[in-house]
């Protein structure tokens, strides 16, 4: 009896513990959930309503659809730069010229200033002459013609002896040389002009100070990448055209010159431009092949007519050596004239008389400075003027 009585107490307890365990949870599913959240009841159908039809759009009642355009890039072309006049830009330039010749100036200077020119004081004057790169035989007649016109005109001051010899240096650049460049149209085609010399003297970029002479002086200019052995120097070409709105003619790196040359003559023609500047590769005087090869580019460009001008760029620091570059080049392609660069660095000026009077070419151009209208025609008077610097 105990048992049972135990038994029905124990079923009583789980009883009750089941009922206090699904009560709560009944009452929990019957609150709003928490959070602020509610839950959205469907909306009552109405069975009885007729169903609502929508109208099919049609593509022409659509708004028309607006697709935003892109501007078009814009090329940005440099601005066309206009080169100073030519003319007495020697002079103008000539401040630079003495700085760099004061050296030349100042020795004589010295020499001159003396009471009396005795031996030693003439042999000074031809040691500064050779020294500025006159040459020795030039010199020798130079000096000369001083002393015998001092001895028979009887001049005493240093004034008198400066002028005197200033006139003796000009009297030995040949001032009635012809040193007009020859660029002008004829014969239906453009003036051809064509640039030549040695590596590192200053081709490329005296070509893009050329193109700013002709310009200056009322040409027009088409340029010819004839220097295909280095990309840089068609890029730095192009680019001297560019500032001055000429056109430039080249071909793929490594293409054959003389046939750049000759589309480039061609083009001009075509054009009808003035003048045809030719760009040609650096090469040695002693390279047979090299040499060759630019005596190539001359006849291939001969066949649309004779070549005008030929330029020999010469760099005025190289003294002396500039006279055998000057002769084998004229040798292999006929050189006209010569353009003597950096002489804003240099007291070697005297090359100048060298070089006319050992090759009789003349010196049509001088280039003194960075700047890219720092090429000048050369004048022989404002030249020596520049030369003797402050000696006076």
């Not at 599913?29 to 009552?44: F, M, S, V």
């Not at 590596?199 to 193109?211: D, F, L, M, V, Y």
């Not at 570059?325 to 002489?343: I, M, S």
Request: include cysteine; proline fraction near 6%; hydrophobic fraction near 45%.
């Amino acid at each position: 009896m105990e048992y049972v009585v135990a038994a029905v107490i124990l079923l009583v307890v789980l009883i009750a513990g089941a009922v206090g365990l699904v009560v709560p949870r009944m009452r929990r599913r019957e609150l709003p959930p928490q959070g602020g959240t509610t839950t959205l009841e469907k909306p009552a159908v109405d069975e009885q309503a007729p169903p609502v039809v929508v109208p099919p759009v049609r593509d022409e009642e659509l708004p028309p659809l607006i697709v935003e355009e892109k501007p078009e890039p814009v090329e940005v072309k440099p601005e066309i730069e206009q080169p100073e006049p030519t003319a007495g830009r020697l002079v103008r330039l000539r401040a630079r010229l003495s700085r760099s010749q004061n050296m030349f100036g100042r020795g004589l200077l010295s020499v001159l200033s003396r009471d009396h020119l005795d031996e030693d004081a003439w042999e000074e004057i031809e040691d500064t002459l050779i020294t500025a790169d006159v040459g020795v035989e030039a010199t020798q007649v130079i000096v000369e013609r001083l002393r015998e016109r001092v001895r028979v005109l009887g001049t005493r001051t240093a004034a008198e002896v400066r002028a005197q010899l200033a006139e003796e240096l000009t009297a030995a650049l040949e001032p009635d040389m012809d040193r007009a460049l020859k660029t002008a149209p004829h014969d239906g085609r453009p003036g051809v002009m064509m640039v030549v010399g040695v590596n590192g003297a200053g081709k490329t970029t005296t070509c893009g100070k050329i193109g700013r002479v002709l310009i200056a002086d009322g040409r027009s200019v088409l340029f010819g990448a004839a220097d295909t052995f280095r990309a840089a120097a068609a890029e730095q070409l192009a680019t001297w055209g560019e500032r001055v709105g000429a056109e430039t003619v080249r071909g793929p790196e490594g293409a054959d010159p003389a046939s750049v040359a000759f589309d480039a003559v061609k083009r001009g023609i075509e054009i009808g431009v003035d003048t045809v500047v030719i760009d040609t590769a650096g090469r040695l005087q002693n390279k047979v092949g090299l040499m060759d090869e630019l005596g190539k580019v001359k006849r291939v460009v001969e066949k649309h007519g004779p070549v005008d001008e030929t330029l020999l760029i010469l760099d005025a620091t190289t003294g002396q050596n500039g006279l055998e570059q000057a002769r084998v080049f004229t040798e292999v392609v006929d050189v006209t004239g010569v353009v003597l660069t950096k002489l804003d660095g240099t007291a070697k000026g005297g090359i100048v008389i060298a070089v006319q009077r050992k090759l009789g070419i003349p010196v049509k151009l001088v280039g003194l400075g960075e700047g890219p209208d720092d090429l000048a025609p050369f004048e022989p008077a404002a030249f020596v003027e520049a030369l003797l610097g402050g000696a006076a």
